[in-house]
């Protein structure tokens, strides 16, 4: 099999609450997402997606992918998408870096080494672990008492886990988190998500002030060292995120017991075939994870499925469904929701049929 030509498409993805918004201002009212095409002279085509959450979260912005991607492409043309760790080694031979570019031609290749093997994504990443698996909901930073009222609402949807967006002021964010664990029953999750928005001796205060709180700690500061410094000053049980992107940090991080959970984020390391990586060192080490991406819409929704349900279920501490935080629908048999509780698709590849009347024209043909 052979890669004949690259195509990606641009689509837009409106908020059903307006805006997200977390640490330092940031907010975004669109998600800007990239959809990848990989076809082959056997007929088979392969899909991907990226969408970095704006231009100011992490190293990553969607035109910035979109370059990337027009970079990469004519180098795969001719290749056999089924080898994918040979893909993989040429994009990074070919672009130093960049690891979001990547993600998408990578998440193609396993939706098409998933359709010619007539084998779901989730099979071929070692097998599904119960029938399905918790959520969690992202509550857009607010006031205290508005964050209480989403986590109510969410509750009521079957939800019981919820990463709450703080770094900000540290009163208000003691606020917050207390106003939230009010509505919350013993056995629901809280994970109080500063973003890298505070200092490290602000992170020890708001540890400190919270210490009579069941809630976990999600990346307080911005430097892995100023984590570990706040990691070592608390009990509470804590979570490393923008400062995981890459193997040897989780290697480092594991020997210096940095963390009890991963947030791992599939474009961040650069695809499924690096984010397997690291799931399996973790889970190896007995680091529980949390899966996801940046963001993104069906198709990364798929993805993520399909890493999270083939995360021994002890391992799995929770997962996303961005799909269902935004408007428009880019596939069908999309994952959707029943309970707070999502299961991978069952079809091969990543078991999703994009959209093309909704993804439009490509702006990205490479032939």
Not at 57 to 72: D, E, K, N
Not at 99 to 112: E, F, G
Not at 154 to 175: A, I, M, N, P, W
């Amino acid at each position: 099999m052979k890669i004949t030509g690259i195509r990606a498409y641009q689509v837009d993805l409106p908020l059903h609450e307006g805006s997200y918004r977390w640490s330092g201002g940031n907010f975004v009212n669109i998600f800007d997402s990239t959809v990848v095409e990989i076809l082959t002279d056997e007929g088979i085509s392969g899909y991907g997606e990226v969408c970095p959450l704006g231009p100011a979260y992490l190293p990553a912005y969607a035109a910035g992918a979109r370059t990337g991607i027009s970079t990469l492409a004519p180098n795969l043309i001719g290749m056999d998408p089924t080898e994918i760790s040979v893909v993989n080694d040429k994009m990074d031979r070919t672009l130093r870096g960049h690891p979001y570019v990547k993600s998408p031609l990578d998440m193609a290749c396993w939706d098409i080494l998933g359709k010619s093997s007539d084998k779901s994504i989730a099979t071929l990443l070692g097998g599904r672990f119960g029938k399905d698996y918790p959520l969690y909901r992202a509550i857009s930073q607010d006031s205290p008492e508005a964050m209480a009222e989403m986590v109510s609402k969410y509750r009521s949807e079957g939800y019981e886990r919820f990463q709450l967006k703080v770094g900000g002021t540290l009163d208000v964010d003691v606020s917050r988190i207390r106003a939230v664990r009010k509505v919350l029953k013993g056995n629901e999750v809280l994970i109080a998500d500063a973003n890298t928005g505070w200092t490290q001796h602000e992170a020890v205060r708001v540890a400190d002030q919270v210490r009579d709180v069941d809630v976990y700690l999600e990346q307080p500061c911005t430097s892995y060292e100023e984590c570990l410094s706040v990691r070592r000053q608390t009990r509470k049980p804590f979570v490393l995120d923008e400062v995981i992107d890459d193997v040897s940090t989780v290697v480092r991080a594991i020997s210096d017991r940095a963390m009890d959970v991963v947030n791992l984020k599939i474009s961040k390391v650069g695809g499924l075939t690096k984010a397997r990586q690291i799931r399996d060192l973790c889970v190896s080490e007995g680091i529980a994870l949390t899966i996801e991406d940046t963001w993104g819409g069906d198709i990364v929704t798929a993805a993520i499925a399909h890493l999270a349900h083939s995360t021994p279920s002890n391992y799995l501490f929770t997962t996303t469904d961005f799909n269902s935080y935004v408007t428009k629908s880019t596939a069908e048999n999309a994952p959707k929701r029943h309970e707070g509780r999502l299961e991978a698709p069952t079809g091969p590849g990543l078991g999703v049929n994009p959209c093309i009347e909704v993804l439009g024209k490509p702006i990205i043909v490479v032939e």
